[in-house]
């Protein structure tokens, strides 16, 4: 009876080191949250300031850059998380992934739609130092967004394609084989009916000369098929 007793309080103790865990866990998020979302805002764009440096063509550049290519490339990698063979553990890291590599894009959007003081001031940098980064940064998303969807249905649709016309191969694959067989059979039915052999070495040469013998026999069937001359 006391081992029996100590089995749900031992559980009951799991349960609350859980709990405490879970909140801890909670806390350190939220924190994590206001320190980086007072920091990063800021650090990004000094960034893109320092790369673009008040030059106009450059922002256009920089701007297309992060946007296409951190938008296409984490699209790229999330759907590798949609095939079957994958596990769900493995379907969850893949996810952290993508995201990480969106994280250039993720900052910007950070900047653009953020409401804290960090992310007012990272505005202010952008507009004078970077003036059409966050502009060419967000047409650059969607078209890589549009292009990772078109891509991802002609794919879909070819891979659609491929199967039916394996499938129709191996259809046409099979009726040939049972056209080969059924002809196979009615010669062979022929031969037997005709006394001559349906089988073994003499079976091919005597096929040879009745076919000869079709052609020169004077009729005007001139099938290439050997004639039933048996009487």
Excluded at 152 to 159: N, S
Aim: no cysteine; aromatic share 10%.
């Amino acid at each position: 009876m006391t081992e029996q007793a100590q089995v749900p309080a031992r559980k009951k103790g799991n349960w609350g080191v859980k709990i405490i865990l879970v909140l801890v866990a909670l806390l350190v998020a939220v924190a994590a949250y206001f320190i980086l979302g007072a920091i990063l805002p800021r650090w990004w764009s000094d960034v893109i300031a320092g790369q673009i440096r008040r030059d106009l063509g450059a922002s256009v550049l920089v701007g297309m850059f992060y946007g296409f290519v951190f938008t296409f490339i984490p699209l790229v990698v999330a759907w590798q998380a949609t095939h079957k063979a994958v596990s769900w553990p493995w379907k969850i890291v893949i996810l952290l992934i993508a995201v990480a590599i969106a994280t250039p894009n993720l900052l910007t959007a950070g900047i653009v739609f953020g409401s804290t003081e960090s992310a007012h001031a990272g505005q202010r940098t952008l507009s004078v130092d970077a003036g059409f980064f966050t502009t060419w940064t967000a047409i650059s998303a969607v078209a890589a967004a549009i292009i990772f969807v078109a891509v991802t249905i002609l794919w879909a649709v070819w891979r659609r394609r491929g199967k039916k016309m394996k499938v129709l191969t191996q259809a046409e694959k099979a009726r040939m084989t049972a056209a080969k067989n059924a002809e196979k059979e009615a010669r062979d039915a022929e031969r037997a009916a005709s006394g001559r052999p349906t089988s073994g070495p003499a079976a091919p040469v005597d096929d040879a000369k009745a076919r000869i013998k079709d052609v020169f026999d004077g009729k005007p069937d001139f099938d290439g098929k050997p004639d039933d001359h048996a009487k």
